[in-house]
């Protein structure tokens, strides 16, 4: 679907973006492959490792999803975008919650404004499991974001811009995920834990590229996409990453779960099951319209996929499989 397409990924020098351009490059022949981000140092850092003159199709814009008019130069003559870019740290979120804001919220509609009058064919954003009835400013920007995407469909008009969203968990590896700071501190002697119930959902960086490459080939328009993944409690991680190291138990941060949810029980009656995902359905007309060859499988009324209940638990000898590949 992606050859001689053109593509644009926003926040594209990150952990998602770097991967997602190496699995495009290696699969696929786009006219053009747009990485759009605010970093100059991180895109002259990636343009060595996806030089231009190497990669025709190519390009590094510097810009912000803030600055409407950037978005504009950019996303001319664009088929598809990938939307990756936020303000993600919860931490940083809480202390300069307007910050978050400007990204995450408006940013988005500044995405999905330029798209349409751009003509952009599609646009699918990435959003977090903390989205999932949130508890802190992070995760609330981003489901204000997953609600404006999704209701972008219904005001495309005659325009065929679609919009869809994809929401998974942790990224084993990613930036500030538990895996690289375990590894990190293990070097003290022990970890710290902050609650030992908690569990999380993981998914592989590649394995989070593929699915949104899927989601982007399949999508109608309206969908939120939900894969089913493995968890696993933070104890076995531990034990995993460090079996020769004790463990102190520092108490839950702020803004932080036992576990994670992905589908809250209150979206499980417009939930679909399919062998690998979920889909969350809208409630606007258009998704009946575009969705008449739907083939999926209503959840129970009392559906809640959270990592507690998710009877896909990943063992320690897997984890050490996907940590030995980091």
């Keep these: 679907m992606l050859n001689d397409k053109n593509i644009l990924i926003t926040g594209g020098t990150g952990s998602f973006g770097k991967k997602a351009t190496a699995t495009i490059l290696k699969r696929c022949k786009p006219r053009r492959l747009i990485i759009f981000s605010r970093d100059e140092l991180k895109q002259f850092e990636m343009a060595q490792q996806f030089p231009m003159e190497t990669y025709g199709c190519i390009r590094y814009f510097i810009g912000d999803v803030r600055d409407k008019e950037r978005l504009y ?17 919860v931490p940083a979120a809480e202390y300069n919650p307007f910050e978050a804001v400007k990204t995450n919220i408006l940013g988005a509609q500044n995405i999905i404004d330029t798209a349409i009058d751009q003509k952009v ?5 990435l959003s977090t499991d903390k989205a999932a009835n949130p508890i802190n400013l992070y995760g609330a920007t981003k489901l204000c974001s997953d609600k404006l995407f999704i209701a972008g469909n219904s005001y495309v008009g005659r325009d065929q811009t679609t919009f869809s969203v ?79 190291c004790e463990t102190r138990i520092i108490g839950i941060r702020p803004g932080e779960k036992i576990h994670e949810l992905m589908i809250p029980r209150d979206e499980a009656r417009r939930t679909l099951e399919y062998d690998n995902h979920y889909v969350i359905q809208p409630e606007f007309k258009f998704w009946s319209r575009r969705s008449s060859e739907n083939h999926g499988r209503p959840v129970p009324e009392d559906f809640e996929y959270n990592s507690d209940n998710n009877p896909w638990r990943l063992t320690i000898a897997e984890m050490k499989e996907i940590i030995k590949d980091l």
């Design 73 to 89: 130069r950019a996303f001319q003559g664009i088929d598809y975008v990938i939307h990756a870019a936020a303000l993600k740290q």
């Design 121 to 125: 064919k599609k646009v699918i954003a």
């Design 166 to 244: 994809v929401r998974y968990g942790n990224v084993a590896g990613s930036r500030g995920s538990a895996i690289p700071f375990f590894l990190k501190h293990k070097e003290k002697g022990y970890l710290p834990i902050t609650d030992p119930r908690m569990t999380r959902f993981w998914i592989t960086l590649e394995q989070g590229v593929d699915f949104v490459l899927w989601c982007l080939e399949h999508m109608v328009g309206g969908e939120l996409f939900v894969p089913k993944i493995p968890s696993m409690s933070i104890m076995d991680l531990a034990a995993t990453i460090a079996p020769e």
